[in-house]
């Protein structure tokens, strides 16, 4: 389980768009119900997804249809329209877990952005 500094603010980020899947109160996470991480900035706890959440978020009848999908993300081909090729290698490159590579997968698909760094932006 990713519980980088990294990946708990694109965690923290995305729970606007993502929070309903997953248990959490009005605090965030909730411990025993969840994987957290610590905010750095706030202290508070940050639900983290587990790739089998992520995965469960995308409607893909077909579990080979959601890793065929998965697979040309994750190549940089057609999903990251707008992107140069350099610029899809070294965003997928920025990306250094599983977990990482599955949220922004999720993120684009369902939400239709990317993450910057700092944020997770409309592309």
């Known amino acids: 389980m990713d519980v980088t500094e990294k ?68 190549n940089g081909c057609e999903y990251l329209e707008g992107f140069t090729w350099a610029e899809k290698a070294k965003y997928i490159d920025s990306l250094t877990s599983m977990e990482q590579l599955w949220l922004a997968f999720v993120m684009k698909e369902k939400h239709g952005k990317t993450w910057d760094g700092n944020e997770w932006v409309a592309t």
């Open 7 to 74: 990946y708990i603010e694109m965690c923290k980020a995305s729970l606007p768009e993502l929070g309903k899947y997953i248990p959490r109160d009005s605090e965030g996470c909730i411990p025993g119900t969840q994987d957290c991480g610590i905010d750095n900035d706030s202290g508070k706890l940050v639900p983290l997804f587990r790739q089998d959440q992520l995965q469960e978020m995308l409607s893909r009848p077909l579990v080979r249809t959601l890793v065929k999908h998965f697979e040309i993300f994750s």
